[in-house]
């Protein structure tokens, strides 16, 4: 992709006119501060962000090395092709709007850790993979009514969503992460006091950074790339937010770190109907192998920058 002067020029405007709202709650100041740009809300880009993703130079070899990995990736003889609801696809129901785990391309198709990793799920199973956009509030009615064979949408395991549907084991662990410069880091929740944090609105990790009396400041933003923007900027000491999705903005500023941590790890899983046992039996088998052969820390350090 190519960088162009009007790109710049927008940022330059928009960074002279952003100036935080009052919005007053608890542990500290709060204040609300607009993303930088409207684009940024659904799939980020590096070229308005300033943040990392697999086209820049440094992610360019580890990109390179995943897509020849799942090119790569056979139908496993060890493995049975599960029965789908169209025969020869894995149709995958996604809230396409959460980058780097699945957001739009420039080709009108959809990227990201999630749609790389199902892909080469799907060939070890015999399938190919179709992806089925689908608003998150719906998101496991519509797998329940037959929409979709699984849910590939970055959702964390939870004992209350288990009761409705079956996960996957666990393909990447998940907790709110405490982001901050690598040489000032803060390991846990106490080392938030007298701190400005962003985050992003109404999101789990304001709510727990509400929690911590003696925060000195909380600013919220609209989407997670404006925060990690005031990060890199000196504006904000730390960010909160799911580590993936931090790692990932950052994968190419060694001068930034996920220091620490707020609570325990948790994971995301693929969601399948509880009566497909033979599928989820298949993609455990199939992640597994992926994890075994090295493809699976090929995709991960794609997007994240180094091998789980």
């Known amino acids: 992709m190519k960088r162009g002067w009007a790109l710049l020029t927008i940022l330059v405007v928009l960074a002279l006119v952003a100036v935080p709202v009052a919005a007053g709650c608890g542990g500290g100041e709060t204040t609300t501060t607009a993303a930088p ?10 070229e308005t962000t300033g943040v990392s993703s697999p ?3 440094a992610g360019a070899d580890a990109a390179a090395a995943a ?14 092709t599960p029965p789908t609801i169209e025969a020869g696809k894995l149709m995958a129901g996604s809230d396409t709007s959460f980058a780097p785990f699945e957001f739009s391309d420039e080709k009108g198709g959809y990227t990201g850790f999630d749609v790389d990793l199902v892909t080469a799920l799907a060939k070890k199973m015999g399938l190919e993979l179709e992806v089925v956009p689908t608003a998150w509030d719906g998101i496991i009615p519509n797998l329940v009514a037959n929409r979709y064979d699984i849910i590939m949408s970055a959702m964390t395991i939870t004992e209350d969503r288990k009761k409705q549907i ?25 080392g938030l006091v007298g701190k400005i944090v962003g985050v992003q609105v109404d999101t789990t990790g304001q709510f727990e950074v509400e929690k911590i009396q003696g925060v000195k400041e909380i600013k919220k933003y609209d989407t997670i790339v404006a925060a990690i923007q005031d990060l890199l900027a000196g504006r904000v000491d730390a960010v909160v937010n799911d580590s993936p999705v931090n790692a990932y903005y950052i994968k190419d500023k060694p001068e930034f770190a996920n220091t620490g941590k707020i609570g325990s790890d948790d994971f995301y899983g693929f969601g399948i ?15 597994a192998e992926l994890k075994a052969e090295g493809t699976y820390d090929k995709i991960y350090a794609k997007w994240f920058g180094t091998a789980q």
Request: zero cysteines.
């Open 37 to 46: 740009s409207p684009e940024t809300t659904a799939a980020p880009s590096p």
């Open 55 to 57: 086209e820049t130079t």
């Open 67 to 80: 897509d020849a990995a799942i090119a790569a990736v056979t139908k496993s003889a060890n493995i049975e």
């Open 166 to 190: 079956n996960f996957t084991d666990g393909y990447i662990p998940t907790n709110l992460a405490i982001t901050t410069k690598a040489d000032a880091p803060i390991a846990d929740a106490q």
């Open 273 to 287: 109907k509880k009566e497909n046992t033979k599928l989820l039996e298949a993609m455990n088998a199939a992640l």
